[in-house]
Structure formats: structure tokens, C-alpha cells
């Protein structure tokens, strides 16, 4: 079974701290995600990597990077922590190939800043 | 660019009514579409892809070009089908692999 997981699942922290989101997968997949989840906009792409040290941005990038510097894991990072960054936070991985490849999700990290 | 859209926040039926979940998606190219589901307090899993045609739980799902649709069916609802579901869409791009999710129906079946 894959398994993908996210160390943290809840988090509190204050404005304008530096946060650490880790997730880590056990199958050797290439591609690793981080999603970011709210009511009413259902998912939206953060950042994804599709090999060790490479990243791409997805649609919301602001305000986060990423760092992937071993194949099994991709961390969050929140510079500076606002409080519309207070979400709940996928990680999810899929191998290398077919488009249809499953993509496997962490059981989420929930983040409120305050 | 790629677009999904649930045009339903919320869909609510009774046990053994028919369901049908909406998505309709924006695209140029050929996609390949998804359906996940999120049950209560577990991770968002695949419940089917349209490549595979295949019933998963009694769900199906056709990929209709013409009207850029891929909604989710089921003749009969059943409470434990209570989730939130999200169609999501996979480009051509193959530098690309993540997915653009559409922003999820929650199904409630009650008894």
C-alpha cells in the first residue's frame, strides 16, 4: 500500500512565523504535490516536483516555497505566516509516466494562523 | 488553461434515489478526467478515472467531448456514499503531472 505522510496534522502558530509542513512518501515516486484545501475552491496546487531538487510553481505559489532534497521527501515552507494562510494542506505523490497515474494524498495537515 | 467546474456546493437525496454529480471542465486538448471522494475524517482517494470505464461502488462516469462533461452517477444512493467529491482533470502536459480539481460537491444521503 502507498503511503504518503504528513508529520504534522494540526498546527497552530502566529503571524509572521516561519512554518515547516513535512511529507514523506514510501513508494519511490517521482512527482510529490502540496495542495492546499478550503470550502467552496475545493483544491489548488501550491508547488509540485517531479525529480529531487526540481520544483515547479502551480497556481498559488505566493507566500511559499518548497524543498525537495531527497526522493521521498517535500517540505512546505511558509516564510512568513498570514492568516489567510490558515488551511488545510495536502501533500500527494504519483510515479513517473502514464497521465492516468493514481496520485495518492496524505491525510492533511491543518494549519491556523493566528 | 485548465479548468474544472461543480456547479453544485451541496446535493442532497434520500436512500435509493438516483444521484448525478456535475463537472464540467475547460480544456483544448484530449484530458483525462478523474473522480475522488473524500469520506469523513479519511484522505481523498480515487474513486474512478474515465480511461478505465470502469463501476466503482456503482458509480459510473462517461466523458461526453461535445458538452465537455464527466458527470458522476449512481442509479441508487446509499448513506455510507455521503462524501465530498471532487472531479479533477489531468492535461496533456507531460511535464505536468498534478491535477486541476474542481471545487467539490458534498453528497448527503439521508435515510
Known amino acids: 500500500d502507498v503511503k504518503v505522510t504528513q508529520s504534522s496534522r494540526y498546527l497552530v502558530k502566529r503571524t509572521g512565523e516561519k512554518v515547516f509542513l513535512e511529507c514523506v512518501q514510501d513508494m519511490d515516486h517521482e512527482n510529490m504535490f502540496w495542495y492546499r484545501q478550503d470550502p467552496g475552491l475545493g483544491l489548488r496546487l501550491i508547488y509540485f516536483?517531479?525529480?529531487?531538487?526540481?520544483?515547479e510553481k502551480g497556481d498559488i505559489p505566493e507566500g511559499y516555497s518548497v524543498s525537495r532534497e531527497k526522493k521521498e521527501r517535500f517540505s512546505l515552507i511558509l516564510e512568513s505566516a498570514s492568516t489567510n494562510q490558515t488551511s488545510m494542506y495536502l501533500c500527494?505523490?504519483?510515479?513517473?509516466?502514464?497521465?492516468?497515474?493514481?496520485?495518492?494524498f496524505g491525510e492533511g495537515s491543518w494549519l491556523t494562523v493566528v | 488553461a485548465q479548468r474544472v467546474t461543480q456547479p453544485e456546493k451541496l446535493l442532497s437525496v434520500f436512500k435509493g434515489a438516483p444521484v448525478e454529480l456535475k463537472c464540467n471542465y475547460s480544456?483544448?486538448?484530449?484530458?483525462?478526467l478523474f473522480w475522488y471522494v473524500q469520506y469523513s475524517r479519511q484522505r481523498l482517494q480515487l474513486l474512478l478515472r474515465?480511461?478505465s470505464r470502469e463501476s466503482i461502488k456503482g458509480f459510473t462516469a462517461d466523458l461526453n467531448k461535445g458538452e465537455t462533461s464527466f458527470h458522476l452517477k449512481k442509479p441508487f444512493a446509499q448513506e455510507e456514499d455521503s462524501a465530498m467529491y471532487y472531479c479533477a482533470l489531468s492535461g496533456q502536459n507531460t511535464g505536468r503531472r498534478a491535477l486541476t480539481f474542481g471545487s467539490g460537491t458534498r453528497l448527503q444521503v439521508q435515510p
Open positions: 500527494a505523490s504519483t510515479p513517473q509516466g502514464a497521465r492516468g497515474n493514481t496520485i495518492y
Open positions: 474515465h480511461i
Open positions: 516536483s517531479y525529480d529531487v531538487k526540481m520544483k
Open positions: 480544456y483544448s486538448g484530449s484530458p483525462e
